[in-house]
């Protein structure tokens, strides 16, 4: 039993960076329709970023601090470029203007940075805390402690400030926001600012378990989009519910299942993906679809 917990202690903490990322995807796909499949490589954009401030003697904080500034930026800044002009094509247009996204910032960071691997700081204390038997590494609590902190701004943000009232205007419908004078381009490109922060801090907290380089962010992108697809990709709240379990199931079958094993486990997300899309495709918490004739 002592043996389970602890797999499953150590699924909830991967699963906390899981929904971090999954947090990101569908904070664009709640305001803006668009699935970006360059979210991933934005997070690890970010991070070299951060590498780059705490690298020339920044403190670790102050550096993060920054970085999500940057992030922001950035993140509007595309919005502006290079979402805007495709604003209203096809959605297979947005998607290929996203994946060529992905494409061109992986290469921007190889470029500046080389694909070298590169240690990052871990900004929590070694060690664990015991508790009947089950360690509880301090970097898990502490990355669950930031995944529950970004959640909590995020609810205080849609939930009690004007900005956050447009935001979800915009996301409920954006004519209609237009219409009492919400300036639905700007509300836009806040949202893609917002989801580039919280996937700086989804890179942040993989860079430490990992190693820092250009592709590091590959495979959490494949559970991020398992963790939004089971919550629902218009739910916040059901994407860290999605990441928490995607973490768990992950390492659970990695442990109990001999034939997936530490080789297969990239395996039970896709898995998780094509049964929620066969049973369920809104997710969890998601809301379906209802088109009057």
Do not use: C
Not at 166 to 191: D, F, H, N, Q, Y
């Amino acid at each position: 039993m002592t043996g389970f917990l602890q797999q499953v202690v150590e699924g909830l903490g991967a699963g906390a960076i899981y929904a971090s990322l999954a947090l990101a995807l569908v904070l664009i796909y709640r305001f803006t329709g668009v699935v970006n499949f360059a979210q991933g490589e934005l997070a690890m954009f970010a991070t070299y970023i951060a590498w780059q401030f705490t690298h020339a003697g920044v403190p670790f904080w102050l550096a993060l601090a920054l970085t999500l500034a940057v992030a922001f930026a950035g993140g509007m800044l595309i919005e502006r470029v290079v979402i805007r002009p495709v604003e209203g094509a096809p959605e297979l247009t947005v998607v290929i203007v996203t994946v060529g996204l992905f494409i061109l910032v992986n290469a921007a960071a190889g470029w500046i940075w080389s694909f070298l691997i590169k240690d990052f700081p871990n900004p929590f204390p070694r060690g664990a805390l015991e508790a009947g038997g089950v360690g509880v590494a301090y970097s898990t609590l502490g990355v669950m402690g930031v995944v529950a902190a970004v959640m909590g701004l995020l609810y205080l943000l849609f939930r009690h400030t004007k900005i956050g009232l447009g935001m979800r205007a915009v996301a409920a419908g954006p004519e209609s926001a237009r219409l009492v004078g919400i300036r639905v381009g700007w509300t836009l490109a806040l949202g893609w600012g917002l989801a580039a922060t919280v996937g700086a801090v989804s890179g942040v907290l993989v860079a430490p378990l990992l190693f820092l380089e250009p592709n590091m962010m590959g495979g959490v992108l494949i559970y991020a989009f398992a963790a939004a697809t089971l919550g629902g990709f218009d739910s916040p709240a059901g994407a860290v519910v999605g990441g928490l379990v995607v973490g768990v199931a992950e390492t659970l079958a990695g442990a109990y299942l001999d034939f997936v094993g530490s080789d297969l486990k990239v395996g039970v997300p896709l898995a998780i993906i094509l049964g929620v899309l066969l049973l369920r495709p809104q997710g969890l918490f998601g809301r379906a679809a209802v088109e009057r004739a």
